[in-house]
Nanobody, 114 residues
Framework: VQLQASGGGLVQPGDSLRLSCAASGIIFSNSNVGWYRQAPGKQRELVASITRGGVTQYVDSVKGRFTISRDNAKNTVYLQMNSLKPEDTAIYYC?????????WGQGTLVTVSS
């Protein structure tokens, strides 16, 4: 199983980014997927998740700003991030949960700074 994350970068406060994570080697449509992040000196936290049935959840700090979605035909999960804040700066990791078996992508760095 491989998860390839992309889309990170350096942006200014208020800007937008879209992260993508493409999966291979697994039945993506039958998996729950999510995005985690880890900021310097902090623990990794779950940012957003979407179940195999399409139910989404978000951490309170990103509600109304971030949107998680999935395209099962492309085996890809997205994280649309709008109105970015400096506190969103972190390495973002995609995660796939296939009936209790967990897989991680390599991480993509998002830096929000003026």
């Amino acid at each position: 199983v491989q998860l390839q994350a992309s889309g990170g970068g350096l942006v200014q406060p208020g800007d937008s980014l879209r992260l993508s994570c493409a999966a291979s080697g697994i039945i993506f449509s039958n998996s729950n997927v999510g995005w985690y992040r880890q900021a310097p000196g902090k623990q990794r936290e779950l940012v957003a998740s979407i179940t195999r049935g399409g139910v989404t959840q978000y951490v309170d700090s990103v509600k109304g700003r971030f949107t998680i979605s999935r395209d099962n035909a492309k085996n890809t999960v997205y994280l649309q991030m709008n109105s970015l804040k400096p506190e969103d700066t972190a390495i973002y990791y995609c995660n796939l949960d296939h009936w209790g078996f967990m897989y991680w992508g390599q991480g993509t760095l998002v830096t929000v700074s003026s």
